[in-house]
């Protein structure tokens, strides 16, 4: 009677006590909820979610969806310990469908769940929130009766019932699951970090007075001058010699420190900079050092006392092995706060963490673990350094210790800021003495010394004791003006001199706007072209030729006058769509002035032969098909830079966005003219131009341009894509490139890189 009664139940059997009931709470404002116990439930389940009639509503973006009260419906029971869960889908219900479209099985001992998807036959792991449900209504609910909201409640013992305190459980145990996994790889750095010691007792006192090198004097202003001051390093009040002004540099009379006057009127809220510190302690391994930041901080009411304070960021322990592990402080996982497994410093790190090192745990470690590193004795001579960077350098280059012992300072500076470079100079790295590991003989080694040498000079020095060959100090300074090594000579050291090199080169470097540099990077491009060629280069009329850059130009068009036009074909039959976007561009993007003018390249072959002129990747085979592939799917295009009276003389290829960006400026060799200011002032009046003709497409394709752009300078960071060849050997490929950014600020304000993840 009850099933019968329930079927054929109307809105009209509700009596008008009932309705009027429901209708004053409604009014009143309260919530309102109907619930079941009965085992008929699935009758009521079907009742209700026929009543829940969906709608369509229209959003903000103009958009018809369908909103439903409830996105699905629950059925909950227990046995044997397991709670089963059925999830009904709306539409089955108001089709009469007996079936779930999920059944979830949850096991609150064994901190366990599991799902049976009805809708494609197969077992899920899924929590709730990530089961799929067709035609889901963010808005929606769960539908779930009193009796089985609280049969959950019960089951759990947890604060929610019904289908959050099913989704609570899920969430618990997939916490605690990832705390498992997580702690298979942290337990073994927490027991690894038991070993580091504690902090010595004076530690706070040492960071605050010695690691932050920063100390103050604070006055009371009076007409004629201050007599006394509290000075924050020796902490005591004293007199101030001369006038004090507020943040005038001085020294304390008492501690002769050097201090920063701060008048107490006039002083607010500051704070120190950020030091490094450095602390290096002995261990069950070997030795822990270990890294920390310390600031002060002044607030107005407490001055001159401060707020001391220093965090630690980093640890490295070196074992006796020789192995190193290293941890720094940070967020691990998006979880939590705690020490995390990294990288060891790497002697080519070039920031600089120079800081105070602790002197107390020296003199022991000095003795035993640091004995054979120099590290004490630098740290004695070197109160400011980095120990790290130190030990990395040290072990990649032992003979730094006798090199900054011997008293070559700039040559001492190199070992941590080029490393490898110093390194390569060691010809026999086996050898006990300083001298004779550098290739010299005394009288060389004492030159060295007294012009304090940096790598360059000795590597001129090796030349000469290599060759005989006598290099003056005039040679010498010649070659660091023109930023000229001996392995620059290599190609032609075989038939002239030093001198005679630099005679020649001081002759041609008028060609080539003065640079001897660029001279002979020319010289050596024209001999390796002639050897191509064929010709006699052991011939002095060869190799000595007196017009070098004419020569040079004559060779390069009797070379490459086939392999342009094949190289031409060979791109447009890849990219078919380039040769007509170079002839869109010719209007839209051309513009010229009494001194410059920008054009658009014909085709692919003037591409080609612009970037074979200027000698950089626009005309190489490989390197340069990236440019195609930029221009065939309208990313960036490629344009030229020429000066107005000279406009068929190759000037700076430039490559641009649709929107008059200014990605990329190259020259003859990839090197800056000297007059790239005037030039750069001449392409910001031509992006104001170009702003006023771009259409909408065009900035939409700038917009994409833009994304691509910024998405492949994020991930050159990452890599740290380095430079490798030319004179920016050795500089990040990003760093360059962001460099020569000249961005349309006509259409769009410049935004900066976002950060490395």
């Not at 419906?73 to 999920?102: E, F, S, T, W």
């Not at 200011?677 to 497409?697: M, P, S």
Request: with cysteine.
């Amino acid at each position: 009677m009850v099933r019968i009664y329930l079927e054929n139940m109307v809105p009209s059997d509700v009596s008008n006590a009932v309705r009027k009931t429901l209708a004053d709470l409604h009014e009143r404002g309260y919530k309102i909820a109907l619930g079941s116990s009965s085992r008929k439930a699935k009758i009521i389940l079907k009742k209700v979610a026929l009543e829940d009639e969906p709608e369509k509503v229209r959003t903000y973006s103009g958009y018809t969806r369908i909103r439903r009260k409830y996105k699905c419906y629950m059925n909950c029971m227990v046995q044997n310990g397991i709670l089963k869960v059925a999830l009904y889908l709306p539409d089955h219900l108001r089709l009469d469908g007996d079936n779930p479209a999920y059944e979830v099985f949850l096991d609150k001992k064994k901190r366990q769940f599991l799902t049976y998807d009805y809708l494609d036959k197969k077992w899920r792991d899924a929590k709730l929130d990530r089961l799929e449900w067709p035609g889901q209504d963010y808005d929606a609910v769960c539908w779930v009766s009193t009796g089985d909201s609280d049969m959950v409640q019960q089951y759990f013992s947890s604060e929610r019932g019904g289908y959050f305190g099913i989704l609570d459980f899920q969430r618990k145990v997939r916490e605690e699951q990832l705390d498992q996994r997580h702690r298979r790889i942290t337990d073994p750095w927490d027991k690894d970090l038991a070993q580091v010691p504690e902090l010595p007792k004076d530690w706070g006192r040492w960071a605050d007075k010695v690691a932050v090198r920063e100390n103050f004097i604070f006055y009371n202003y009076k007409r004629g001058g201050a007599k006394t001051g509290y000075c924050t390093f020796c902490g005591k009040k004293g007199p101030i010699s001369g006038h004090p002004y507020h943040n005038k540099e001085g020294h304390c009379i008492r501690c002769r420190h050097p201090v920063v006057f701060k008048a107490l009127g006039r002083t607010g809220y500051f704070q120190t900079q950020r030091h490094y510190a450095y602390l290096i302690q002995r261990c069950r391994d070997g030795f822990v050092v270990r890294e920390f930041w310390a600031n002060r901080t002044y607030r107005k009411h407490s001055l001159p006392n401060s707020e001391p304070y220093w965090h630690e960021i980093r640890r490295s322990i070196y074992d006796r092995s020789g192995e190193i592990r290293s941890y720094y402080w940070g967020m691990y996982c998006q979880r939590e706060v705690r020490w995390i497994m990294g990288s060891p410093c790497y002697y080519n790190y070039s920031w600089n963490q120079s800081g105070r090192v602790y002197g107390k745990t020296l003199p022991s470690l000095g003795k035993k673990e640091l004995r054979q590193t120099g590290l004490v004795e630098w740290v004695r001579s070197h109160p400011i350094t980095d120990p790290e960077k130190y030990l990395a350098v040290w072990e990649k280059l032992p003979q730094m210790e006798q090199i900054w012992k011997a008293g070559l300072p700039k040559l001492t500076n190199e070992c941590f800021n080029s490393c490898d470079r110093v390194r390569k100079l060691v010809l026999h790295p086996n050898e006990p003495g300083l001298i004779r590991a550098l290739g010299l003989d005394t009288p060389k080694f004492r030159r060295l010394r007294q012009l304090d040498g940096d790598t360059e000079t000795l590597a001129w020095l090796q030349l000469e004791k290599r060759t005989g060959q006598c290099i003056t100090n005039e040679m010498l300074c010649w070659s660091k003006k023109e930023r000229i090594s001996p392995r620059d000579l290599v190609f032609i050291a075989d038939r002239m001199s030093v001198v005679q090199i630099k005679n020649y080169l001081e002759r041609q470097k008028k060609y080539f706007d003065g640079s001897c540099q660029q001279a002979l990077t020319t010289w050596q491009d024209y001999l390796a072209m002639a050897e191509r060629l064929h010709y006699d280069t052991s011939d002095e009329i060869v190799y000595r030729v007196r017009k070098l850059r004419q020569r040079h130009d004559e060779l390069v068009l009797q070379s490459e006058a086939g392999s342009l036009e094949e190289q031409a074909s060979k791109m447009a039959a890849k990219y078919p769509h380039v040769n007509d976007i170079c002839m869109e561009l010719q209007e839209k993007y051309a513009y010229s002035d009494g001194d410059y003018t920008v054009l658009a390249p014909q085709n692919i072959f003037a591409i080609i032969k612009e970037g074979r002129m200027l000698h950089h990747c626009v005309g190489n085979d490989g390197s340069g098909e990236r440019y195609y592939e930029r221009i065939e799917r309208r990313e960036s295009f490629i344009m030229f830079l020429r000066r107005t009276d000279e406009p068929e003389d190759p000037y700076y290829t430039l490559e641009i966005e649709p929107d008059g960006t200014v990605r990329q400026k190259r020259p003859l060799f990839d090197r800056q003219y000297e007059d790239i200011e005037q030039a750069t002032e001449f392409l910001l009046k031509w992006q104001k131009v170009i702003a006023a003709r771009l259409t909408g497409r065009d900035l939409k394709l700038a917009e994409r341009s833009r994304e691509l752009r910024n998405e492949e300078f994020i991930q050159m960071q990452k890599d740290r894509v380095i430079i490798h060849t030319g004179h920016l050997a050795g500089r990040l490929l990003a760093d360059v490139l962001l460099a020569d950014l000249m961005e349309n600020t006509e259409v769009i304000q410049p935004q900066a890189l976002p950060a490395v993840a």
